[in-house]
């Protein structure tokens, strides 16, 4: 039974307010974390609901080819910490002068302070060769698994919880670290915990390193603009 006057604008199935503002407060205040995490684990009930959220994720063809590999063990966090490192340097070479300077200042410790990493994968495989929507572009899972991170990254948001994506490493160095198979694809290494704070803006707008674009300018109606 309806318990608020009806919105001819709003159709039946939509949230009522608060909860529209609710999931617009989580899309808005998500943030990458990089240093800022507590050493308490999470407790297994709260990694669930993550994982659950991430697992009802949108896929092209229903296919569903996450999985969620979790790395808790502290040796293993160092391995691929050490990985980071060496890759690290190398982006670091890749930035010059002021920008260099900027790079080296920012703190990225994540993979050893945060009490949980989630190493999410895409198995290309997992629904045959023929894929519905896939058949176009091979690329259609891994973008179905890069909504299950944003799935798992915004529930994560709501309950609390940081999340921080390290992308800083060579795939063959965590494929060997973790054993994954050669087939499957790694999409994100997410450090996952409780935060002592979140940034009210991205860190990296925060610290000069690039700031949002408006989005004005990143949208075009009906066909891309000529610029010649």
């Known amino acids: 039974m309806r ?7 709003v159709r039946a199935d939509a949230f ?11 899309i808005e205040t998500r943030r990458d974390v990089r240093d800022q995490f507590l050493p308490d684990p999470l407790p297994d009930d709260l990694v669930r609901r993550l994982l659950q959220a991430a697992h009802n994720a949108p896929s092209v063809g229903f296919m ?3 999985n969620f590999l979790l790395v808790r063990n502290l040796p293993t966090r160092q391995a691929v910490h050490a990985a980071f490192l060496k890759a690290n340097a190398e982006a670091q070479a890749m930035f010059s002068g002021e920008r260099q300077a900027r790079y080296r200042a920012l703190k990225l410790e994540g993979i050893l302070k945060a009490p ?13 060769s023929v894929v519905l929507g896939r058949t176009h572009n091979p690329r259609m899972d891994v973008y179905s698994t890069v909504c299950a991170v944003q799935n798992l990254w915004l529930a994560a948001r709501a309950e609390g919880v940081g999340v921080g ?3 800083i490493f ?6 060997a670290i973790l054993g994954i198979p ?4 790694i999409v994100a290494w997410l450090c996952v915990g409780f935060v002592d704070q979140l940034y009210g803006e991205p860190e ?3 610290k000069g390193w690039r700031q949002r674009l408006p989005l004005e300018e990143l949208v075009f109606e009906e066909r891309w603009p000529d610029v010649s």
């Open 204 to 206: 990296l707008a925060v």
């Open 170 to 175: 060579h795939d063959s160095d965590i494929r």
């Open 16 to 26: 009522p307010c608060e909860e529209r503002q609710a999931v617009y407060r989580a």
């Open 165 to 167: 994506w390290v992308s």
């Open 64 to 66: 569903q080819p996450w």
């Open 182 to 185: 050669d087939h499957i694809e």
């Open 116 to 128: 949980l990493s989630i190493c999410v994968t895409c198995d290309p495989t997992r629904a045959g």
């Open 3 to 9: 318990t608020e006057p009806w919105d001819p604008l």
